[in-house]
């Protein structure tokens, strides 16, 4: 039996703090953690703030047509967050092709973001891919090109500018 490999680090290199969200009792489940399901909301937060942080918003690519769908989904939980956490989100620019972004992420809380914890506590790693379609009628198209030079510099070189 095929086993799901387990991201033991962020799966991009070059990570920039993104946005920090603060864990309400609405994101935990009964045990007093973080809902595994929660963190799709705050991977999504962190990737929107990424791009407008280099002057790309959603509302653009979809204001041109454009939409990137999630194609691929990984994460891997390595401790649990908590009600009142803050929690750190890390992005990067793990691939990119004409037809796929990926982004890594690392999650974790920051010394002083949680009562007595002295050193960074990483929560979870993880991944997603997307891929740009013309949302008039769901078929695949490539990213823009304003998009791509932009994140052309922050991809690693082994994945930049592939075909599909």
């Known amino acids: 039996?095929?086993?799901?490999?387990?991201?033991?680090?962020?799966?991009a290199d070059d990570l920039r703090l993104a946005t920090v969200v603060r864990v309400i009792y609405a994101d935990t489940d009964q045990m007093g953690f973080v809902y595994h399901g929660t963190y799709t909301r705050f991977l999504e937060a962190a990737r929107v703030e990424f791009m407008r942080a280099l002057g790309h918003t959603y509302?653009?690519?979809e204001a041109e047509g454009l939409g990137m769908p999630l194609t691929d989904l990984a994460m891997s939980y390595i401790s649990p967050a908590r009600y009142d956490d803050r929690l750190s989100i890390h992005v990067g620019l793990a691939e990119l092709t004409y037809a796929r972004l990926r982004f890594g992420?690392?999650?974790?809380v920051e010394p002083g973001d949680r009562a007595g914890l002295a050193a960074r506590q990483t929560i979870l790693f993880a991944e997603t891919c997307h891929c740009c379609i013309h949302l008039a009628d769901g078929r695949p198209t490539r990213f823009p090109e304003s998009l791509r030079s932009t994140l052309r510099g922050l991809a690693p070189d082994r994945h930049a500018e592939q075909d599909d």
């Open 1 to 11: 039996m095929a086993r799901t490999p387990r991201m033991t680090r962020p799966p």
């Open 105 to 108: 992420y690392h999650v974790c």
């Open 59 to 61: 509302a653009a690519v």
